[in-house]
């Protein structure tokens, strides 16, 4: 049996490591990814995904 399925596995896993950045919608404050709003402004959390 080949190897290929577990490589496949492989490359799936490493997908979650992309990176994501977090920012206030309202004023723009780089934001903890564990935060529901901006601890600033109280706005709401924008994802950004590379
Ligand atoms: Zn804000």
Known sequence: ???WVLQL???GGSAEA???HH???NC???LS???DE???CGG???VYTF
Do not use: H
Request: hydrophobic content about 25%.
């Open 44 to 46: 709401e959390m924008a």
């Open 28 to 30: 723009g404050e780089n």
């Open 23 to 25: 920012e206030c919608r």
């Open 9 to 11: 596995m492989a490359d």
């Open 38 to 40: 901006c601890p600033t």
């Open 18 to 20: 992309e990176t994501k």
């Open 1 to 3: 049996m080949s190897t």
């Open 33 to 35: 990814p564990d935060v």
